[in-house]
């Protein structure tokens, strides 16, 4: 068990860049009960919602 453990987290460090967020207390449940109601994970709506806002960023400049 520790191998594949091992492995998933090296694995994970060479194809994903890892973000830590800090909220209020108490968004965390309203960002979750979002992602629920779009049918998300809570990692698929953030990255969803922030390359959103990225595009429409860009179509604003």
Do not use: F, T
Request: charged share 25%; glycine share 4%; with cysteine.
């Amino acid at each position: 068990m520790h191998q594949r453990r091992e492995c998933v987290r090296d694995y994970n460090s060479r194809n994903y860049d890892r973000l830590s967020l800090i909220i209020p207390k108490g968004q965390w449940l309203l960002i979750d009960r979002a992602a629920i109601n779009a049918g998300e994970s809570l990692n698929a709506y953030l990255i969803r919602s922030l390359l959103d806002k990225l595009l429409w960023i860009r179509g604003q400049s």
